[in-house]
């Protein structure tokens, strides 16, 4: 494996002798009317960690960070925050804090009192908790709106108070539910990118729910994905992305590109499901020779779906089987023509077939 | 090409009051406005200036002169003025009790009760409301009479412990349901982010549940404070030898109409003066 041995550093699940942040052991939580959410949990998050909870509504992913919080008791099994039990412990009784979904900002508050809250309850003297307030705000650039009401605020500073007001009094875990989902794309790119700056600088460990792969991999030491409640797969992005342990996790991260039974025997000569990423997949006319030690497979362009720095190429295989190519619009491209119902010529290297368990 | 410019009468009006939205607004709010003012400004301004009429004490009839006896009676004499406090005093009575049984039974029904079942509960708290007047108030006499009453020996006899708990029981659903709007827009996540944060129940309660249900309490307490002020058949029918504002206004309307309008002026004083309060918390803006 070439290119994926040189990935960033991953923080690694538990470093020895260090107690986690967060423990589930055996974590299994059923809903009235039989539905499990959670099925027997086992999942470490160390000290300082930035991990994403990453899978399709109804995965389970939201129901882990309630139990985490103490919102859900578990049916079965124990939660573990450094190493205190808080199975029973109610959620005003953990060193956890949220930012919600809904944001779910006092309407009668000031956004300075809002900040405030966590620290009048904890009963901090009032010049520091204004002090700290402040800071706090001034680490998300809003040190200029405490006065204001939340409803007089845009939905991305709404979303910033809310992070604030979590941050203030420092808990030991940050739990996030699908806190950007309201933004639009622009701003939730900018977020992303303050939420990861704020964790570096802050070392509190952070939890993050998201069904939306780019968020998961672009934030997260380490992405676990979701499916029905189980964990299909928990590492890096590199390690998630490049290697899927299971066909849920290749189709659901990234776009999914698997051959399997007569189409996987006809056009790769081996059993099995295998993904292969479409960046990975070269296009080239029909009568071009591909490089040597090269899987090859030649087919007919069914669809060009053109979205601005790249096009993507649906190619129907001779030998069976559909897969698409992901074509960088660059300067050199050797197919400027591409056009439905060419004949093309798909070649990729055989080390990004994944075998898919 | 010709443009064709001909109108029917029916358009031109549609466009002309297309065109000036004051029209608009002049010809939906006429009515509502001459409604209001014929039969409540006027007969407003009329019960005022009665209360500084006068009657003469032989005849029996009103001289329309000014004079500034009866008002000056009715803020001077202790009895009345007891009776005053009376009324407020049981108009607070009733909005504190409405409250304390409006709170958890709107939180049941807003926070616990599953969704199919919230349009029953309320439609179970707004039942008595189609009940007649009269008959909710004797039930509630007899339910309370001191001998041969339901109750028996357990009951308050009649009094003004009497006229509260039957108040409270006819102006309960005006508490209810603005306390259940409240409460419904509690669905989100504020109760979790306040015991998130580290809030103890009472805390939220205090710092989060209160501030925000404020309004809605607000809102209720101007339906069951006024309505408590302006009664007299509760009174006259539990109250036993107890007497409240509303009483003593029937007892001289047809015989000395002035000072009954001075007598009325002393709730309206009192109503001017409760929504200027809670209009100073603010409360009524945020509704």
């Known amino acids: 494996m070439p290119s994926v041995a040189r990935s960033v550093p991953v923080t690694p699940p ?29 999942l470490d998050i160390a000290e300082g960690e930035f991990v994403t909870l990453l899978g399709p509504s109804g995965s389970g992913k939201t129901t882990v960070l309630r139990l985490i919080a103490g919102f859900e008791q578990p049916t079965a099994g124990t939660v573990l925050l450094r190493s205190r039990d808080v199975t029973a412990a109610p959620p005003f009784d953990r ?30 003297p009032r010049a520091e908790r204004r002090e700290r307030a402040l800071a706090a705000l001034a680490t998300v650039r809003l040190e200029a709106l405490g006065d204001r009401s939340p409803a007089a605020l845009s939905g991305g500073q709404r979303q910033r108070v809310a992070l604030a007001r979590a941050l203030v009094n420092r808990p030991a875990v940050l739990l996030l539910d699908e806190p950007l989902g309201a933004l639009d794309l622009k701003l939730r790119e900018q977020m992303q990118i303050e939420l990861k700056e704020i964790q570096r600088t802050s070392g509190i460990t952070f939890v993050f729910v998201t069904h939306d792969q780019d968020e ?52 790769l000569g081996r059993d099995g499901s295998w ?83 | 090409m010709s443009v064709d410019t001909t109108l029917t009468p029916g358009r031109r009006v549609q466009a002309l009051l297309h065109r000036r939205p004051a029209l608009r607004l002049t010809g939906l709010l006429t009515p509502a406005l001459v409604w209001l003012g014929l039969f409540y400004l006027v007969p407003l301004a009329l019960l005022l200036a009665t209360a500084f009429f006068d009657t003469n004490s032989f005849t029996g009839r009103i001289t329309y002169g ?60 707004l039942t008595p ?71 103890r129940p009472w805390q939220a309660f205090r710092s989060v549940v209160m501030p925000m249900l404020a309004p809605a309490i607000a809102a209720g307490s101007v339906f069951t404070f006024s309505l408590s002020i302006g009664d007299y058949i509760t009174v006259q029918l539990v109250g036993g030898t107890k007497q409240m504002l509303g009483n003593l206004v029937y007892a001289n309307f047809s015989t000395d109409l002035p000072f009954a309008a001075a007598v009325a002026l002393l709730p309206l004083l009192v109503m001017a003066a409760y929504l200027i309060t809670i209009r100073r918390t603010g409360a009524l803006s945020r509704l």
């Open chain 2, 66 to 125: 000014f004079s500034a006896k009866n008002v000056v009676d009715v803020l001077t004499t202790p009895a009345y003025l007891l009776t005053a406090a009376r009324t407020v005093g049981a108009a607070a009575g009733v909005t504190a009790l409405c409250v304390l049984l409006a709170l958890p039974l709107a939180t049941y029904m807003a926070l616990v009760a599953r969704e199919r079942s919230r349009p029953i509960l309320l439609a179970l708290v």
């Open chain 1, 95 to 124: 060193d956890v804090h949220t930012v919600f979904q809904d944001y779910a900002l006092f309407p009668h508050l000031s956004v300075l009192r809002n900040v405030e809250y966590p620290l009048r309850i904890a009963k901090v």
């Open chain 1, 216 to 267: 998961a991999l672009t934030l997260a030491d380490r992405t676990i994905v979701f499916s029905e409640g189980r964990v299909e797969q928990a590492g890096s992005a590199q390690e998630v992305y490049e290697r899927p342990a299971s066909a849920f996790v290749a189709g659901f991260v990234g776009t999914s590109n698997v051959l399997a039974g007569a189409d996987a025997r006809a056009v």
């Open chain 2, 129 to 199: 409301l189609w009940a007649s007047y009269l008959v909710k108030v004797y039930a509630w006499r007899i339910l309370l009479a001191p001998e041969g009453g339901l109750l028996g020996g357990a009951s308050p006899g009649y009094g003004w412990f009497a006229v509260v708990l039957t108040l409270t029981y006819l102006w309960l659903p005006y508490m209810v349901l603005p306390v259940y709007a409240g409460i419904s827009s509690m669905r989100g996540s504020y109760l979790e982010a306040a015991a998130d944060l580290g809030a």
């Open chain 1, 275 to 357: 993904s292969i990423r479409p960046e990975k997949i070269t296009v080239t006319a029909a009568d071009h020779t591909a490089p040597a030690g090269w899987t090859t497979a030649v087919g007919v362009v069914e669809e060009l779906v053109y979205t601005g720095a790249t096009t993507r190429c649906v190619v129907a295989l001779e030998a069976g089987g559909v897969l698409s190519a992901l074509l960088l619009n660059g300067g050199g491209n050797d197919l400027p023509t591409l056009a439905r119902g060419q004949d093309v010529r798909l070649s990729w290297r055989p080390e990004h077939e994944i075998h898919l368990m």
């Open chain 1, 14 to 42: 538990q470093q020895a002798g260090e107690t986690p942040a967060i423990s589930l052991r055996g974590v299994r939580k059923e809903f009235p009317g039989g539905i499990v959410a959670v099925h027997d949990l086992d």
